[in-house]
Protein backbone atom coordinates (compact mmCIF):
# COMPACT_ATOMS: atom_id res chain seq x y z
CA UNK A 1 0.00 0.00 0.00
CA UNK A 2 1.45 3.24 -1.18
CA UNK A 3 1.47 6.24 1.71
CA UNK A 4 2.35 9.53 0.78
CA UNK A 5 2.59 11.96 3.47
CA UNK A 6 3.28 16.08 2.51
CA UNK A 7 4.33 18.91 4.14
CA UNK A 8 5.60 22.57 3.90
CA UNK A 9 2.22 24.40 3.19
CA UNK A 10 1.52 27.59 5.03
CA UNK A 11 0.73 31.19 4.60
CA UNK A 12 2.62 34.01 2.28
CA UNK A 13 2.42 36.82 0.71
CA UNK A 14 1.79 37.23 -3.23
CA UNK A 15 5.41 37.62 -4.23
CA UNK A 16 6.57 34.54 -1.67
CA UNK A 17 7.80 31.33 -1.70
CA UNK A 18 6.87 28.24 -0.30
CA UNK A 19 9.15 24.15 -0.83
CA UNK A 20 6.13 21.23 -0.58
CA UNK A 21 7.73 17.95 0.20
CA UNK A 22 6.13 14.58 -0.37
CA UNK A 23 7.58 11.40 1.40
CA UNK A 24 6.54 8.22 -0.73
CA UNK A 25 6.70 5.12 1.24
CA UNK A 26 6.24 1.46 -0.30
CA UNK A 27 6.37 2.53 -3.95
CA UNK A 28 4.30 0.15 -5.84
CA UNK A 29 5.09 0.68 -9.52
CA UNK A 30 8.36 -0.04 -11.93
CA UNK A 31 7.86 2.89 -13.79
CA UNK A 32 5.36 5.63 -12.34
CA UNK A 33 5.00 8.93 -11.83
CA UNK A 34 4.69 11.57 -8.94
CA UNK A 35 2.43 14.63 -9.04
CA UNK A 36 1.32 17.58 -7.24
CA UNK A 37 -2.29 18.85 -7.45
CA UNK A 38 -4.07 21.36 -5.88
CA UNK A 39 -7.67 22.26 -5.59
CA UNK A 40 -9.58 25.46 -4.61
CA UNK A 41 -12.73 25.67 -2.65
CA UNK A 42 -15.60 25.45 -5.06
CA UNK A 43 -13.19 23.91 -8.10
CA UNK A 44 -12.02 20.67 -9.68
CA UNK A 45 -8.77 19.40 -8.79
CA UNK A 46 -6.09 20.58 -11.72
CA UNK A 47 -2.63 18.94 -12.17
CA UNK A 48 0.23 21.56 -11.24
CA UNK A 49 3.50 19.73 -11.58
CA UNK A 50 4.48 15.78 -12.08
CA UNK A 51 7.51 13.76 -12.79
CA UNK A 52 8.70 10.33 -13.69
CA UNK A 53 9.99 8.79 -10.35
CA UNK A 54 11.05 5.54 -11.58
CA UNK A 55 11.88 4.43 -14.82
CA UNK A 56 13.06 7.15 -16.72
CA UNK A 57 12.73 11.05 -16.19
CA UNK A 58 10.71 14.11 -17.39
CA UNK A 59 9.02 16.63 -15.81
CA UNK A 60 5.60 18.16 -16.93
CA UNK A 61 3.53 21.83 -15.57
CA UNK A 62 0.44 23.18 -16.03
CA UNK A 63 0.82 26.50 -17.96
CA UNK A 64 0.00 28.25 -15.00
CA UNK A 65 2.75 27.07 -13.37
CA UNK A 66 5.28 27.08 -15.89
CA UNK A 67 8.57 29.30 -15.33
CA UNK A 68 7.42 29.71 -11.51
CA UNK A 69 6.89 26.05 -9.68
CA UNK A 70 9.94 23.30 -10.40
CA UNK A 71 8.83 19.77 -9.27
CA UNK A 72 12.36 17.45 -8.34
CA UNK A 73 12.33 14.08 -6.96
CA UNK A 74 15.36 12.73 -4.00
CA UNK A 75 14.67 8.95 -4.59
CA UNK A 76 17.32 8.44 -2.09
CA UNK A 77 15.18 10.23 0.85
CA UNK A 78 11.62 9.01 -0.87
CA UNK A 79 10.95 12.82 -1.58
CA UNK A 80 9.13 14.73 -4.05
CA UNK A 81 9.49 18.70 -3.53
CA UNK A 82 7.50 20.89 -5.05
CA UNK A 83 9.19 24.59 -4.78
CA UNK A 84 6.89 27.59 -5.48
CA UNK A 85 8.00 30.74 -5.97
CA UNK A 86 6.66 34.21 -7.26
CA UNK A 87 3.28 32.80 -5.56
CA UNK A 88 -0.29 34.72 -6.44
CA UNK A 89 -3.20 34.62 -4.74
CA UNK A 90 -4.85 32.31 -7.53
CA UNK A 91 -2.15 29.93 -6.37
CA UNK A 92 -3.95 29.43 -2.96
CA UNK A 93 -5.34 26.27 -2.47
CA UNK A 94 -5.05 22.26 -1.11
CA UNK A 95 -1.98 21.07 -2.46
CA UNK A 96 -1.62 17.07 -2.52
CA UNK A 97 0.47 14.62 -3.90
CA UNK A 98 -0.36 11.55 -5.51
CA UNK A 99 1.19 8.54 -7.27
CA UNK A 100 0.09 6.62 -10.72
CA UNK A 101 1.17 4.76 -13.48
CA UNK A 102 3.02 6.17 -16.58
CA UNK A 103 0.69 7.12 -19.84
CA UNK A 104 1.97 6.29 -22.50
CA UNK A 105 5.86 6.83 -21.43
CA UNK A 106 4.26 10.26 -20.33
CA UNK A 107 3.23 11.73 -16.29
CA UNK A 108 -0.25 12.86 -17.06
CA UNK A 109 -1.84 15.88 -15.60
CA UNK A 110 -5.61 14.62 -15.27
CA UNK A 111 -6.01 13.63 -11.41
CA UNK A 112 -8.46 10.52 -12.23
CA UNK A 113 -5.24 8.06 -13.14
CA UNK A 114 -3.85 8.47 -10.11
CA UNK A 115 -5.06 6.07 -7.64
CA UNK A 116 -2.73 6.97 -4.57
CA UNK A 117 -3.13 10.21 -2.44
CA UNK A 118 -2.15 12.09 0.78
CA UNK A 119 -3.94 14.21 2.85
CA UNK A 120 -2.86 17.43 1.47
CA UNK A 121 -1.22 20.72 2.46
CA UNK A 122 -3.21 23.96 2.88
CA UNK A 123 -1.31 27.34 0.79
CA UNK A 124 -2.62 30.30 0.97
CA UNK A 125 -0.84 33.58 -0.65
CA UNK A 126 -2.01 36.85 0.58
CA UNK A 127 -2.46 39.65 -1.66
Known amino acids: QVQLEESGGGSVQAGGSLRLSCVVS????????VGWFRQAPGKEREGVAT?????????YYSDSVKGRFTISRDNAKNTVYLQMNSLKPEDTAMYYC???????????????????WGQGTQVTVSS
Open 98 to 116: AVGGLIATRCGMAAKPYPY
Open 51 to 59: TVYTGGSGT
Open 26 to 33: SYVYSTGC
